[in-house]
């Protein structure tokens, strides 16, 4: 594994570590105890044992970011940052999203380049986080 590909892994790692300590400290707020050591592994759903039925959580990380949320109702977060990289095949891009999606960003075709890649992580941010919902 290259140095680049090893600190991304490591970068990720921690993020996922802080999600679930923030994670825990949003629950604490509300008397709810999730220890650390019973969370489910990075790269699956955010998932705790302890946690009480009706109480929904999600993860989002990304370059250092994170972003958590704890609530009564199932939520989806995302986080996504403009690579201008994506411009070279935002065609390509835009065919992974939902038919609904593909047609909002469609009736965009006359915006700036700049602009229908806006465009795309707006839809791709919304896709994600009804996935994350779907699945909680």
């Known amino acids: ?3 680049t590909k090893a600190r991304r892994r490591q970068q990720r790692e921690a993020e996922s570590h802080l999600a679930r300590l923030l994670l825990g400290e949003l629950a604490a707020a509300q008397g ?3 220890p650390q050591a019973d969370w489910s592994p990075r790269g699956q759903a955010p998932h705790h044992p302890a946690l009480p039925a009706g109480f ?3 993860i989002a990380h990304r370059h250092g970011h994170v972003l958590v949320g704890l609530a009564t ?7 996504e940052y403009r690579n201008p990289r994506h ?3 935002l065609d390509a891009r835009i065919a992974m999203l939902p038919l609904d999606a593909r047609e909002r960003l469609a009736e965009a075709s006359h915006l700036s380049e700049t602009e229908r890649l ?3 992580y707006r839809e791709w941010v919304r896709y994600e986080s009804g996935v994350k919902i779907y699945n909680s």
Do not use: C, E, K, T
């Open 32 to 34: 709810i105890a999730l």
């Open 118 to 120: 806006d465009g795309f």
């Open 56 to 58: 929904y959580v999600s």
């Open 1 to 3: 594994m290259s140095s």
């Open 73 to 79: 109702l199932p939520l989806g977060l995302d986080l």
């Open 87 to 89: 411009a070279h095949d």
